[in-house]
């Protein structure tokens, strides 16, 4: 280890496994071969790396750099959001942050480690602001399909973005019946999506209800995926399947999404505190203090 170990700390979000990393006081960045290094360990293997910078500006309470676990850079991770939030909330006190990530700026609000709410923003449906490689005029559902032409296993897929790329296919059965993990890889990198995508299997089972399963973009199938469970949401209602406040169930549990009348995406849920260390962010090196 080195002295420009940073301070982390592993957190989860449903399940969705987290590593919150403290780099304010130093110009480096947690490096690809780093994030690979951490993911590779069996104590600090993650599906979002949330690198926490200095506030640009007096409004803005923190940046964040957000990473997949093949050290790909991701536009937004909400409960990835809510874990910093849980922490810095242990810091300051303060119950309102606002954070630049990739995706735009986004706020939250916390009133306990049960209850942490992250304002998404606004969701895009325009072929090329998912983006897609070809211009599809109506979004709620794109022409592709998984299985035989003539008898697909899924077929028709909303497409969104909120913060990051989504594919959301519409399971008329137990989301679990389906190979996510042969699907997941393949659909990620379909030509026709320009910079990748999350795939999700969503069933609703009523209009407050829908259960959810995710391939997570440069992460593989993830416990819970906030932005995938935002996507299905407004996908949800853009078709008439849903309220526009919703259950959503992932593997690792709930989260609660509401779009607003303003067309902002309110997602809440937990945040919960597994252990925290040092760790060097050019190796992946890491020291375990408080477990």
């Not at 690198?51 to 409004?59: D, L, S, T, V, Y």
């Not at 209850?115 to 070809?134: A, R, Y």
């Not at 209800?209 to 199938?221: K, P, S, V, Y």
């Not at 809440?268 to 260390?277: I, L, Q, R, V």
Request: charged share 20%.
């Amino acid at each position: 280890m080195s002295d420009m170990n940073v301070p982390f700390l592993k957190m989860n979000g449903l399940g969705n496994q987290i590593i919150v990393a403290d780099v304010r006081e130093t110009a480096v960045k947690i490096t690809e071969a780093a994030a690979v290094a951490l993911d590779g360990s069996a104590k600090t293997k993650f599906d979002q790396i949330m690198e926490i910078h200095k506030g640009a500006n007096p409004q803005i309470d923190a940046g964040i750099r957000i990473l997949n676990s093949d050290g790909s850079e991701a536009g937004a991770c909400g409960n990835g959001t809510r874990c910093v939030v849980s922490w810095l909330n242990k810091e300051t006190s303060q119950n309102d942050f606002a954070f630049k990530i990739a995706g735009g700026i986004v706020t939250t609000k916390y009133e306990s480690d049960a209850l942490i709410t992250v304002d998404m923003g606004v969701p895009k449906f325009g072929w090329e602001d998912i983006p897609l490689e070809e211009e599809f005029y109506d979004t709620t559902g794109i022409e592709l399909q998984v299985g035989p032409i003539d008898d697909p296993v899924l077929h028709t897929p909303s497409v969104a973005n909120v913060g990051n790329p989504h594919c959301v296919f519409w399971a008329p059965k137990d989301v679990w019946s389906y190979e996510l993990d042969r699907m997941g890889p393949l659909l990620e990198f379909h030509p026709v999506f320009a910079d990748r995508v999350n795939i999700s299997i969503a069933n609703v089972v009523d209009r407050g209800n829908i259960i959810l399963r995710t391939w997570e973009r440069g992460a593989g199938i993830t416990q819970a995926c906030g932005s995938a469970a935002c996507a299905a949401a407004v996908c949800a209602v853009r078709k008439d399947l849903t309220d526009r406040k919703v259950t959503v169930t992932v593997p690792g549990g709930d989260l609660f999404i509401e779009w607003t009348a303003s067309d902002r995406i309110l997602m809440t849920g937990p945040a919960e505190f597994e252990f925290s260390g040092m760790l060097n962010p050019l190796t992946g090196e890491f020291t375990i203090e408080d477990a």
